[in-house]
T-cell receptor
Framework: GDSVTQMEGPVTLSEEAFLTINCTYTATGYPSLFWYVQYPGEGLQLLLK?????DKGSNKGFEATYRKETTSFHLEKGSVQVSDSAVYFC?????????????FGRGTSLIVHP | NAGVTQTPKFQVLKTGQSMTLQCAQDMNHEYMSWYRQDPGMGLRLIHY???????DQGEVPNGYNVSRSTTEDFPLRLLSAAPSQTSVYFC??????????????FGQGTRLTVV
């Protein structure tokens, strides 16, 4: 079945540092890929998405590129802020493979210090 | 534009009690799902629905029931609460749009404690 693997956290960075959170996936079809963010005490909200190979999703300074050859969708940000502290989830949906409900990774906690 | 609404936000139950977590969406989405979130376990799928009258089990369905009588509502029932069901529960809805976009929209969560 479909699965998503992302790096374990927590990831601890100083403000203005570069961020990478790795995400790889397996899927039977041609999935759409997502990053969601969860701020403390809140539900998940979509951060960015990509629906085909080589697409780059971007939002709020975060970027991720759909790499079909390496089955990856790594999240990056050039300069993190304290307000970026949250849990980040990589996810896929695979309607072509019969999976209409998103499959999530385990989440990566990001802590940014001033 | 309410999106996905979950009630209650917090609940404490005694072992053996039953209750229903409510979830409603006003976006006419076909797909709805329930997840539980536990520390270190990420989001685990409990039950899901691909349309009114159609439900199926996810990864961790034991101890929970669902029904989908309308497109808007997808309640989750705990039949006989156990301490192992202490968790944060999230309801989500999604759809298939153009370009295979199946973005999910989440409620704010229900924090359940079973004592």
């Amino acid at each position: 079945g479909d699965s998503v693997t992302q790096m374990e956290g927590p990831v601890t960075l100083s403000e203005e540092a570069f961020l990478t959170i790795n995400c790889t996936y397996t899927a039977t079809g041609y999935p759409s890929l997502f990053w969601y963010v969860q701020y403390p005490g809140e539900g998940l909200q979509l951060l960015l998405k990509a629906t085909k190979a080589d697409d780059k999703g971007s939002n709020k300074g975060f970027e991720a590129t759909y790499r079909k050859e390496t089955t990856s969708f790594h999240l990056e940000k050039g300069s993190v802020q304290v307000s970026d502290s949250a849990v980040y989830f990589c996810a896929l949906s695979d309607p072509g493979g019969g999976s209409y409900i998103p499959t999530f990774g385990r989440g990566t906690s990001l802590i940014v210090h001033p | 534009n309410a999106g996905v609404t979950q009630t209650p936000k917090f609940q404490v139950l005694k072992t053996g009690q039953s209750m229903t977590l409510q979830c409603a969406q006003d976006m006419n989405h076909e797909y709805m799902s329930w997840y539980r979130q536990d520390p270190g376990m990420g989001l685990r799928l409990i039950h899901y629905s691909v349309g009114a009258g159609i439900t199926d089990q996810g990864e961790v369905p034991n101890g929970y029931n669902v029904s989908r009588s309308t497109t808007e509502d997808f309640p989750l029932r705990l039949l006989s609460a156990a301490p192992s069901q202490t968790s944060v529960y999230f309801c989500a809805s999604s759809y298939i749009g153009q370009g295979r976009n199946t973005e999910a929209f989440f409620g704010q969560g229900t924090r359940l404690t079973v004592v």
